[in-house]
């Protein structure tokens, strides 16, 4: 199964962000990172992936299935915005899973034994009755990243995920990430800016750049080369 672009432009009004995005990525257990400078259009990539946004002109589908990407979208990927946002604040962990599970159609039950179970990996349990809002910044990171991957559908997508995580929150998500690629099969896409997670993490690295995508490299990096490869392409000294 293959997730197509054709031909996609994205604005923002009249502002455009994407302007002829032909590509396809192969839905394999994988850890794809989105990278480039501040505004280059990550966050509008995952929001497409998503099914959030819609092209403005262009067409983004998933080869095997007929009907509409949306509907595919809302069934098999899981957003996880960048922030603060995305869970409902007067809402626990466990009780935010099952709220989002049963907007999707996806069992409660079994997205609330999934948090359980992924909690202990990714040291969360003491915080599951805790409402939304009473948590801090990293600790609703944690929540809102466990909540899109007990989910369980196949595509995560994750914006900043390590935006406002302590040093050993960093290394439960970078692990946390590696088990979902390999114990469960997941595809997760990640915007971030921290160099250090994604050469711990990522297999494939999209460099966006002029509302194109400028380099494809389908291997992993380590954290200097990467960052050389980022001064590269965007030349910066
Ligand atoms: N809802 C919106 N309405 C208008 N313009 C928007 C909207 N969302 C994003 N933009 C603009 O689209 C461009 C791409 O934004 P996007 O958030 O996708 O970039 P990004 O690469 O994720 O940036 P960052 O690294 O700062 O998070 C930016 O110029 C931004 O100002």
């Given at each position: 199964?293959?997730?197509?672009?054709?031909?996609?432009?994205?604005?923002?009004?009249?502002?455009?962000?994407?302007?002829?995005?032909?590509?396809?990525?192969?839905?394999?257990?994988?850890?794809?990172?989105?990278?480039?400078?501040?505004?280059?259009?990550?966050?509008?990539?995952?929001?497409?992936?998503?099914?959030?946004?819609?092209?403005?002109?262009?067409?983004?589908?998933?080869?095997?299935?007929?009907?509409?990407?949306?509907?595919?979208?809302?069934?098999?990927?899981?957003?996880?915005?960048?922030?603060?946002?995305?869970?409902?604040?007067?809402?626990?962990?466990?009780?935010?899973?099952?709220?989002?599970?049963?907007?999707?159609?996806?069992?409660?039950?079994?997205?609330?034994?999934?948090?359980?179970?992924?909690?202990?990996?990714?040291?969360?349990?003491?915080?599951?009755?805790?409402?939304?809002?009473?948590?801090?910044?990293?600790?609703?990171?944690?929540?809102?990243?466990?909540?899109?991957?007990?989910?369980?559908?196949?595509?995560?997508?994750?914006?900043?995920?390590?935006?406002?995580?302590?040093?050993?929150?960093?290394?439960?998500?970078?692990?946390?990430?590696?088990?979902?690629?390999?114990?469960?099969?997941?595809?997760?896409?990640?915007?971030?800016?921290?160099?250090?997670?994604?050469?711990?993490?990522?297999?494939?690295?999209?460099?966006?750049?002029?509302?194109?995508?400028?380099?494809?490299?389908?291997?992993?990096?380590?954290?200097?080369?990467?960052?050389?490869?980022?001064?590269?392409?965007?030349?910066?000294k």
């Amino acid at each position: 199964m293959t997730i197509v672009f054709d031909q996609v432009k994205k604005n923002y009004g009249k502002k455009p962000v994407f302007y002829n995005l032909n590509f396809k990525i192969p839905l394999e257990p994988t850890v794809i990172g989105l990278v480039g400078p501040n505004g280059v259009g990550k966050s509008t990539m995952l929001r497409l992936l998503a099914g959030v946004l819609e092209p403005t002109e262009g067409r983004i589908r998933n080869d095997q299935t007929k009907g509409s990407y949306f509907k595919w979208a809302c069934l098999h990927t899981s957003f996880v915005a960048s922030g603060e946002r995305g869970l409902m604040y007067r809402l626990n962990t466990l009780e935010n899973g099952m709220y989002f599970s049963s907007l999707k159609g996806i069992s409660t039950k079994r997205t609330e034994n999934n948090i359980r179970k992924m909690a202990q990996d990714f040291n969360f349990s003491n915080e599951l009755n805790t409402f939304f809002q009473n948590l801090s910044t990293g600790l609703k990171k944690k929540a809102a990243i466990l909540v899109g991957a007990a989910m369980g559908t196949e595509v995560l997508l994750l914006d900043e995920p390590s935006n406002g995580l302590d040093i050993a929150a960093q290394e439960d998500l970078a692990s946390f990430i590696l088990d979902l690629k390999n114990k469960n099969g997941n595809i997760i896409f990640i915007s971030s800016h921290d160099t250090q997670m994604l050469s711990g993490v990522v297999d494939h690295y999209l460099f966006l750049r002029d509302g194109q995508i400028e380099q494809n490299i389908e291997h992993k990096m380590a954290e200097n080369d990467l960052i050389s490869e980022y001064r590269g392409i965007y030349k910066r000294k």
